[in-house]
């Protein structure tokens, strides 16, 4: 069974700019997940959805940063504009869960963002 | 709001040690608490999910316990291995459809 699939796996770009983190979930999940990890943290989430529907994004700073999840199956992450602090590791997950969460979370490899 | 700690931090072990880690959560009305492995460079992998109804899980060397009441849960491993070295982190789900609320993990280290 393959995984959750995430690219890029390293970005680099300088403030200011933007970036897209696309993420392919695996086949029959339902639920995804991005979460922001910075160095030395645990992971935090940003948006939540089942299917295609945002299930929670009251962490997701909205001024800058956007998700979509069209069709129900991948997804995509854009950061625009950039700002240091946004430096960390974007972690796509998905789950067959239903919204109360009850099952295994399976994660991608993340995507290493830095901003210079 | 749900805050989850472990402690220790970091851990170095000799190799065939049995060792510890400890996860602690502010709020004990939670659906159920998941222990992750993370090396470096990688994502996470789910090691073993404790439903709030269970006191235990055991996946080979790895043994889980959950007492919601004080709000702790360990990470037992037995006969620690130098491919045990990782980050280990536990994650706590709400009753209230919350999402998972992360520690920030401990770093294991086992030496040869």
């Known amino acids: 069974e393959a995984g959750v699939a995430q690219s890029p796996r390293y970005k680099i770009i300088e403030k200011r700019q933007s970036v897209a983190f696309w993420c392919n979930p695996i086949s029959g999940h339902a639920t995804l997940y991005w979460y922001q990890q910075i160095l030395g943290q645990g992971p935090k989430l940003l948006i939540q959805?089942?299917?295609?529907?945002?299930?929670?994004d009251s962490q997701l700073p909205k001024d800058r940063f956007s998700a979509e999840r069209l069709k129900g199956v991948d997804s995509t992450l854009k950061i625009q504009p950039a700002k240091l602090e946004d430096s960390a590791v974007y972690l796509c997950a998905s789950s067959w869960t239903d919204r109360r969460g009850g099952n295994t979370i399976y994660f991608g490899e993340g995507s290493w963002l830095t901003v210079v | 709001k749900q805050e989850v700690t472990q402690i220790p931090a970091a851990l170095s072990v000799p190799e065939g040690e049995n060792l510890v880690l400890n996860c602690s959560f502010t709020?004990?009305?939670?659906?159920?608490l998941q222990w992750f492995r993370q090396d470096p460079g990688k994502g996470l992998t789910s090691l073993l999910l404790i439903q709030s109804s269970q006191r235990e899980q055991t996946s080979g060397r790895l043994n889980a316990s959950l007492d919601k009441s004080s709000g702790r849960s360990t990470l037992y491993i037995a006969a620690s291995q130098p491919g045990d070295s990782a980050t280990y982190l536990c994650?706590?789900?709400?009753?209230?459809?919350?999402?998972?609320?992360f520690g920030p993990g401990t770093r294991l280290s086992v030496l040869p």
């Open positions: 994650a706590v789900k709400g009753n209230y459809g919350q999402n998972f609320v």
């Open positions: 959805f089942q299917n295609n529907g945002v299930v929670d």
């Open positions: 709020d004990s009305a939670i659906y159920n």
